[in-house]
């Protein structure tokens, strides 16, 4: 069977200035409610870091291979948005919404992360990468991984207080050197993690 043809829709391999930038967001939202005039936000490997995307509503989005380092994301909505090898390193995304999104072989590298929603997100290797998805040095206070594909996540180096972990899959997960305290883990499996140099509270005393 022949391969589909490209869809002319998708934005490839620019960099995504701040005027653009909010023209996209006004577009997508437009989508979203379902206005005529709107058009979903399809990009990949397009860059936009260090701009503002603070409270702006991508849910449902592709930004395959984009590049977020750096940005300003409080309280972004990316629901259930496909954000595979998505690079977000060093980026503030407080309370951001993640939910349902797949994010597998994403990067959150040294990202502030408090109070994000990532809740039954998909965060396993893409089959097609080399790249695990990592969350290496993140701030993760409050953040909710609840019911979330975590299998083989690196999360060393991380900071987890009061994160909820609860039916999460961690098998093969790194926690190395990860400071961890009063984390919810109900019902998650912990098979072959790698809690190596972690900081412990009793809440992880016998898992």
Same mark, same amino acid.
């Given at each position: 069977m022949a391969p589909p043809p490209p869809d002319n829709r998708v934005i490839k391999d620019k960099r995504i200035t701040r005027e653009?930038? $909010?023209?996209?967001?006004?577009?997508?939202? =437009?989508?979203?409610? /379902?206005?005529?005039?709107?058009?979903?936000?399809?990009?990949?490997?397009? =860059?936009?870091?260090?701009?503002? %995307?603070?409270? &702006?509503?991508?849910? @449902? /989005?592709?930004?395959?291979?984009?590049?977020?380092?750096?940005?300003? /994301?409080?309280g972004v909505k990316f629901t259930s948005a496909i954000l595979r090898s998505a690079? +977000?390193?060093?980026? @503030? %995304?407080?309370?951001?919404?993640? $939910?349902?999104?797949?994010? *597998?072989?994403?990067?959150?590298? =040294?990202?502030? &992360?408090? /109070?994000a929603t990532l809740d039954r997100s998909d965060i396993r290797r893409d089959a097609h990468s080399e790249d695990v998805s990592s969350f290496k040095g993140a701030i993760l206070t409050r953040a909710n991984f609840a019911d979330s594909k975590m299998k083989g996540a690196d999360l060393s180096g991380a900071v987890l207080?009061?994160?909820?972990?609860?039916?999460?899959?961690? *098998?093969?997960?790194? +926690? *190395? $050197?990860a400071e961890i305290t009063a984390v919810l883990l109900a019902g998650a499996t912990i098979v072959d993690s790698d809690f190596s140099g972690a900081v412990l509270d009793k809440s992880m005393d016998g898992k």
């Open positions: 653009v930038l $909010q023209r996209l967001g006004k577009l997508h939202v =437009d989508w979203v409610v /379902g206005r005529p005039s709107g058009k979903r936000a399809m990009l990949e490997n397009c =860059d936009f870091s260090g701009l503002d %995307l603070s409270h &702006m509503n991508f849910s @449902d /989005g592709v930004f395959i291979s984009c590049k977020f380092g750096d940005c300003e /994301g409080r690079c +977000f390193d060093r980026a @503030d %995304l407080t309370n951001a919404d993640f $939910q349902r999104a797949d994010l *597998r072989s994403a990067s959150f590298e =040294d990202a502030t &992360m408090i /109070g207080d009061k994160t909820n972990l609860s039916n999460a899959d961690l *098998r093969g997960a790194s +926690f *190395r $050197q």
